[in-house]
Nanobody, 130 residues
Framework: QVQLVQSGGGLVQAGASLRLSCAAS???????????MGWFRQAPGKEREFVAA????????YYADSVSGRFTISRDNAQNTVYLQMNTLKPEDTAVYYCATKDRAGLYTYYTLSNDYDYWGQGTQVTVSS
């Protein structure tokens, strides 16, 4: 079993930056279960949208076109934490952001579908004003 607890988020003006954190308990990212991590977001009345993902390697990352060049996903295995650094925020980035992890992930696979993931954080609100 894995538990994910998120922090960060808030209300900012367009062009500002935020850093979201997602701390894991239970099995660690370096366990034999080979976890991949992802970030998703969901605005009211819309489907959950892929944002960013890591493979089993901490340095391999993949991003949605809407955030590429502005957002960065990273992992700190020593602290069992994954981060999402969000720069140059836009009003269309306003959403509840969720971190997620997939158990027994493939080494070379980026997982971009919400149904791929096994465990989810509680969500963090990000609001960007015009």
């Amino acid at each position: 079993q894995v538990q994910l607890v998120q922090s960060g988020g808030g209300l900012v003006q367009a062009g500002a930056s935020l850093r979201l954190s997602c701390a894991a308990s239970g099995r660690t990212f370096s366990s034999r279960y080979n976890y991949a991590m992802g970030w998703f977001r969901q605005a009211p009345g819309k489907e959950r949208e892929f944002v960013a993902a890591t493979r089993r390697s901490d340095i391999a990352t993949y991003y949605a076109d809407s955030v590429s060049g502005r957002f960065t996903i990273s992992r700190d295995n020593a602290q069992n934490t994954v981060y999402l650094q969000m720069n140059t925020l836009k009003p269309e980035d306003t959403a509840v952001y969720y971190c997620a992890t997939k158990d027994r992930a493939g080494l070379y696979t980026y997982y971009t579908l919400s149904n791929d993931y096994d465990y989810w954080g509680q969500g963090t609100q990000v609001t960007v004003s015009s």
